[in-house]
């Protein structure tokens, strides 16, 4: 397979925290696209803006960067199961690896606040999924528990694992464009990958590979914005499940991030989020589920305030693959189900509905 890329510990070895002989557990993640959205430049006023695709990862989402690195040093360590809290792609994600793994996963997800799809795949991957009477935030208190006293490995962000596997996207852009953007922008429900793509430029910086570290926009969802409110959220709200998370896990390195690549958060409603997911399938071309429309719904936002410089060139990175929440595509703008009108076969009266021209 000297063609194929080889999954980011492989790819990434040199800069990763792992020893050498390490019995690697991987489904090839990473090496996802870059693709140029004129559109959304367009929209925003910047000169260039780029989405980093994360959805093209295995599972459909940017948490398999993480669980590769979580997995692996899970196994190295002789466990024999995985845990994690979830609110739907870290549980499709550890439930694949541990598969791969030949190990048991457990996910505690919020009662009926995932997606179908996410669900289809957990189950799909056998692991034993428990829906827990409570948010996100519960379920992870109670991971944390059990990993503590019982023989089963915590895969969540607060494992720094996963925040080592992440920060190879920051990696990848630098090496597509050549350079590091100005902004980069992304939605943020427990921070962790904000956190890793921090740790990535920081360490391109450190090495003289970038001049600097763009500054990091993250977004949240105004019903789930602990960052803008400056503390824990106890009910959070929104519509993007994938983020309906109060009490954020990395939000010390959050903010160091913040800081530190002169950044900032800020929140956006759900209307703007759903309103975003559409412009990205729409006009760019990119299927995302609405929590990763976050990001670019922040940055329009930001926009709108006079924020972005013209000459600006930005990467947006859109999470997870708009497969895995199908619903919101399902509707119109005023909320009414979409479905294909019914036709005969005749070619005439298919031309009529559809408005053709005759040549
Ligand atoms: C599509 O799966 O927390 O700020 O349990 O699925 O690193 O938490 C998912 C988070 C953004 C936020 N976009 O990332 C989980 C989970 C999508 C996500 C985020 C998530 P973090």
């Not at 009477?133 to 607060?158: I, P, Q, W």
Request: net charge negative.
């Amino acid at each position: 397979m000297a063609n194929q890329w080889r999954g980011v510990i492989t790819e990434y070895f040199d800069r990763l925290d792992i020893a050498p002989g390490t019995k690697i557990i991987t489904l090839g993640e990473g090496g996802t696209p870059l693709v140029h959205a004129p559109a959304l430049a367009k929209l925003v006023g910047a000169e260039e803006v780029w989405l980093k695709v994360e959805g093209m990862n295995p599972t459909g989402s940017f948490k398999d960067r993480g669980m590769t690195m979580a997995v692996t040093k899970a196994v190295a360590h002789g466990a024999k199961a995985v845990i994690c809290a979830s609110t739907g792609n870290t549980s499709a994600s550890a439930a694949a690896y541990a598969a791969a793994a030949g190990i048991k996963s457990v996910v505690l997800i919020p009662e009926g606040k995932i997606t179908l799809g996410k669900l289809a795949q957990a189950i799909a991957h056998k692991a034993s999924i428990l829906q827990v009477k409570g948010n996100f935030d519960d379920c992870l208190v109670l991971a944390r528990d059990l990993s503590e006293n019982y023989a089963v490995h915590l895969v969540n962000s607060v494992n720094p694992d996963r925040i080592e596997g992440q920060k190879t996207a920051s990696f990848e852009v630098v090496e597509s464009l050549g350079f590091a953007p100005d902004f980069h922008v992304m939605p943020v429900g427990n921070a962790g990958n904000y956190s890793a793509y921090f740790k990535g430029y920081l360490e391109e910086f450190n090495e003289g590979i970038i001049k600097a570290v763009p500054k990091l926009w993250g977004f949240q969802a105004e019903g789930s914005a602990p960052f803008v409110a400056g503390h824990p959220i106890e009910n959070p709200e929104t519509i993007a499940t994938a983020i309906r998370i109060g009490n954020p896990a990395s939000w010390d390195l959050a903010l160091s991030a913040q800081e530190c690549s002169q950044g900032e958060f800020g929140a956006v409603s759900d209307a703007e989020i759903l309103s975003m997911h559409r412009f990205l399938s729409n006009e760019v071309g990119v299927f995302v589920e609405p929590s990763s429309a976050t990001g670019a719904a922040g940055l329009f936002k930001n926009s709108k305030l006079g924020k972005v410089p013209a000459g600006a060139k930005i990467v947006v990175t859109v999470t997870g693959h708009g497969l895995k929440d199908v619903g919101w595509a399902l509707k119109d703008e005023n909320g009414n189900e979409v479905s294909p009108t019914s036709c005969s076969k005749d070619a005439a009266e298919v031309a009529e509905l559809l408005g053709l021209e005759k040549n």
